[in-house]
Structures are given as C-alpha cells and as structure tokens.
Nanobody
C-alpha cells in the first residue's frame, strides 16, 4: 500500500532553515510527481511545490527563491529545503502523490517559525 512519511519539522526562528523529508513506499516512485502542501489554521490549503519524475519543479510565489524541492529516486524520498523562513510559513506540511486520480497524503509534519 502507498505510504508517505514526513519528517524534519520543528521550531525555528525567523530567518532560519529546515529540511523536510518524505519517505515513500508502495508505488513506483521515480515516475510520479511529488507534491508538498501546507495547511495552517484559518488559511486555505496551499500547494507549496512539486517535482515531476523528470526532475522539473514548480513553486508557489510565496516560497519562490526560498524553498527548494528535490528528489532522490534511489531512496524513494522527496525533500523540501526551506531557507529564510518567515512566521507566515508556520503550518503543517504534507507530502502528496496522485496515483490513478487518487490522492495519497502523509501524516504531516509541523513547522513553526517564531518571530
């Protein structure tokens, strides 16, 4: 079965960095586009970034230039390097994959940025 396990969240001061990881299993990882979403209370869920199987990437305007998404197909893992963090980046971050029109979500990892 499809499993996505996020890690790497935590508490960091504004301007700091974190790297999130998402370990995937149960599907052919290398051919799937992998997404990072985030959700904070009172705000709409936001697509942060995605990386296609060929390595091409896309980012939300709110994180462009600060976040970098990458993947290691040998380790079935997708990463989100977050630099220059801001308090408004505080959210639960989720790793997502879509397979045959069905979304699979990880359990999420909390990122809290203090001012």
């Amino acid at each position: 079965q499809v499993q996505l396990v996020e890690s790497g969240g935590g508490l960091v001061q504004a301007g700091g960095s974190l790297r999130l990881s998402c370990a995937a299993s149960g599907f052919i990882f290398s051919i799937r586009t992998m997404y990072w979403y985030r959700q904070s209370p009172g705000k709409q869920r936001e697509l942060v970034a995605f990386v296609k199987g060929d390595g091409s990437t896309s980012y939300a305007d709110s994180v462009k230039g600060r976040f970098t998404i990458s993947r290691d197909n040998a380790k079935n893992t997708v990463y989100l390097q977050m630099n220059s963090l801001k308090p408004e980046d505080t959210a639960v971050y989720y790793c997502v994959v879509v397979i045959v029109n069905r979304e699979y979500w990880g359990q999420g990892t909390q990122v809290t940025v203090s001012s």
